[in-house]
């Protein structure tokens, strides 16, 4: 029985195929064959080297016992994926050579999606930052967008309000504090 799609979204759908013939105990040639297919072109899709097609999807689909499209959505999910991994590698980011890696020791510096995590980004910036830090991210996100999320954070840290005072002459805890009574 093949796995929801669901729980293997962004996976190869190949390495679903190659793990599904192997349990079966089908040798990828002879699938291949069966399918009306080149031995090559199901290697290929196995090893992750080719996607699937929509005709192929609905021929394993058959052969597998599964939905027709079961194997073009795995291939969808995939491509979506890779597009995603793409995008955040290629996406705008802060001088990280003016942030020390150690601000951000429980996660890679450098997959962190910048714009998805901004608050939290601009919280530990300000919590633990330096001033060339906190600088670069006033500069990266610019003053309104930084200012705009520090008024939104809890304290936790006094160094948070007292780097939005220097930076802004914002006095948190009575912003904070005015947002918990509206």
Not at 115 to 139: L, T
Request: charge should be positive; avoid cysteine; hydrophobic fraction near 40%.
């Amino acid at each position: 029985m093949l796995p929801k799609i669901e729980k293997i979204k962004g996976v190869h759908p190949g390495a679903v195929l190659r793990r599904e013939l192997k349990r079966r105990g089908i040798e990828s040639k002879l699938f291949a064959l069966s399918l009306g297919e080149y031995p090559q072109t199901i290697n290929a899709i196995s090893k992750g080297r080719r996607g699937i097609n929509p005709a192929l999807s609905i021929k394993l689909g058959h052969a597998l016992g599964v939905d027709d499209e079961y194997f073009a959505l795995l291939q969808a999910y995939y491509d979506i994926e890779k597009e995603r991994k793409m995008l955040l590698e290629n996406q705008t980011k802060p001088d990280l050579a003016k942030i020390r890696k150690i601000l951000f020791w429980d996660t890679d510096i450098n997959k962190i999606d910048w714009q998805k995590n901004k608050r939290a980004i601009i919280r530990r910036i300000f919590e633990r930052g330096s001033d060339s830090e906190i600088k670069e991210i006033i500069s990266f996100y610019g003053e309104e967008v930084v200012i705009g999320e520090l008024k939104e954070l809890p304290q936790f840290l006094p160094t948070l309000s007292m780097n939005a005072d220097k930076y802004f002459g914002i006095n948190l805890i009575s912003t904070n504090d005015a947002n918990k009574t509206t």
